[in-house]
């Protein structure tokens, strides 16, 4: 059974930063590609930033330059460092993970809260 906690989430004020995580398990890790996913209150789900199996990474452009994501294969964990938050950051943010070459993947987790306060 695949699972994928994410934490990290909370209240901050905008220029500030959070690190978000993801543990993922059930899955062949290191195989996988990984994501985060955003959704905003009366906004559809989008896509921030997404790494594959081999490093690679992507960011959408609203948040380049300011978000990093990150993997440890050792540890089963995504990370997404987010620094110079902004309020229109503010958004519930969801970890997804597969072996697939499109997205969205096939596995979800349950979401973390971000915040951002003016």
């Known amino acids: 059974q695949v699972q994928l906690v994410e934490s990290g989430g909370g209240l901050v004020q905008a220029g500030g930063s959070l690190r978000l995580s993801c543990a993922a398990s059930?899955?062949?890790?290191?195989?996988?590609?990984m994501a985060w996913y955003r959704q905003a209150p009366g906004e559809q789900r989008e896509l921030v930033a997404a790494?594959?199996?081999?490093?690679?990474?992507h960011y959408a452009n609203s948040v380049k330059g300011r978000f990093a994501i990150s993997r440890d294969n050792a540890k089963n964990i995504v990370y997404l460092q987010m620094n110079s938050l902004k309020p229109e950051d503010t958004a519930v943010y969801y970890c997804?993970?597969?072996?697939?070459?499109?997205?969205?993947?096939?596995?979800w987790g349950q979401g973390t809260q971000v915040t951002v306060g003016s």
């Open positions: 790494i594959s199996s081999g490093g690679s990474t």
């Open positions: 997804n993970a597969g072996v697939r070459a499109a997205f969205p993947l096939p596995y």
């Open positions: 059930g899955i062949t890790f290191s195989m996988s590609a």
